[in-house]
């Protein structure tokens, strides 16, 4: 009986090591792609520099937005990890290789993330920000040393408030509760806030999502090679031909280079496969709407215990997971796109070797906010049936019918409402083109002669 339980007790240990040793691999993946992201981005100037000071505190910044940011790139791909991890078990059931992938795996890697999540909301990004704002209280020997303290000390006013708003809100919903749990703050009032935080995020991709579903088509058009319908390419380039000799032959056409197959069929089928992507999406809410007056199971909730490899979440099986998948890493695309592409965030864009470190810190928080949401964003629009693990499935206003049915049908609104637009709009303006006709709305200005104002079109001979 003693030697069974040795060998139990070895056999946790060493999945205990195993699980790890991959959760370090892959976050060390991630963290060296964040840091080249992030180098890519960051203004260089405000890290060579005179000041010595300065410098090492730019150095540790990027270091905390950098393993920020790998969080983020990890909570993304929590669910389509977890998706593909449980058809690999299904395809090989009794793989010895495959013995390393299991629900303990997957469950500590949601945990883990929903752990560095709320790290990096409540301490990290703060710390950063106040870090570079710092100059150390009056009076004290200058250095690093100093602007720490002082960081710390700002950091620990701050979460005073913030937890004291929190309790008081949470008091005055539950007053009993609120009351007897103040002690509780682990279990009470941090999950209280990451699910108010997560909320926000929730209700930003509601927002950007569309938006930026619509946008995919304009961007990716940017980055192809369209095809010009009526048009003679080589004619054309014969005459632009003059204008590049002028130009010292500095221009080089993305469409001379391009092939007459990526010129006339890649661009259709790239548009085709967006188009389809976004018609799925859009078909799935609708039929989780559906399901949702009708079926208690496909509201959102949490799995308590993940019990990978005995059926799969879509009902077309292998394939269905990997449309999953796909439409998943799709609508975070198009989430990032859409926040990006509006009015208020569009500031935050980050541009090449000229993105100062406060701009990255923003961004930073962004895209966590955005990814963390990602998974609670899928479940609760019926993308796939996979439930939340760990404290992600905690949230109370996921078992509210009313908020989950009423989310769902904004989606689908507004989706369908910036995708017709923007097909319309595209549709006219590339026959507009294709016929010589210009599809620039008028512009006019106002002229005042001799005290009479008059309307003229900038257009106009």
Known sequence: MEVDDVSVREQLFHDRVRE???????????????YLILTHFKKNADYVTDDIEDATV???????????????VCAV???????????????FPHSYYMEWLNGSLIHGLWNLVFLLSNLSLVVLMPF??????????????????????????????LSLLV?????????????????????????????YLYSCISLCGVLLLLLCTPLGLSRMFSVTGRLLVKPRMLENVEVDMNCAAFEEA??????????RRASPWQRNLFYPLVMILLLALTVVCVLMVCFHVLELLFDETAMPRGMGDPRFGTASFSMLGSLGAAVQVVLILYLMVSSVVGFYSSPLFCSLLPRTQDTNLTQII??????????????VFSRTLGITRFDLLGDFGRYNWLGNFHIVFLYNLMFAGLTSACLINTLTWAVQRELM?????????????????????????????
Do not use: Q
């Not at 790890?20 to 964040?34: D, G, K, R």
């Not at 929590?78 to 058809?87: K, Y």
């Not at 002028?246 to 469409?255: A, C, D, G, P, T």
């Not at 930073?364 to 990814?371: A, G, M, Q, T």
């Open 163 to 191: 937890l004291g708003m929190v309790w008081v809100f949470v008091a005055l919903l539950h007053r009993c509760s609120a009351r007897e749990t103040l002690y509780d703050l682990w279990e009470c009032y941090l999950p």
């Open 362 to 375: 923003g961004n930073c928080v962004s895209l966590l906010v955005l990814s963390s949401a990602l998974p």
């Open 20 to 34: 790890t040793f991959i959760c370090v691999l892959l976050f060390t993946c991630l963290y060296i792609l964040s």
């Open 58 to 72: 730019n150095k540790i910044a990027l270091w905390l937005c950098t393993f920020t940011l790998s969080v983020a």
């Open 246 to 255: 002028s130009l010292s032959r500095k221009i080089n056409k993305m469409r």
């Open 128 to 157: 950063a920000y106040f870090f570079t704002e710092s100059e150390g209280f009056v009076g004290c020997r200058k250095g690093v040393t100093a602007r720490v303290y002082e960081t710390a000390v700002v950091l620990l006013l």
């Open 433 to 461: 083109r294709a016929f010589g006709t210009s599809l620039e709305p008028p512009v006019f200005f106002v002229v005042v002669i001799n005290g009479n104002f008059i309307l003229h079109n900038i257009y106009s001979s």
């Open 77 to 91: 791909l929590l669910l389509p990890l977890s998706i593909l991890s449980n058809e690999v078990l299904l395809t």
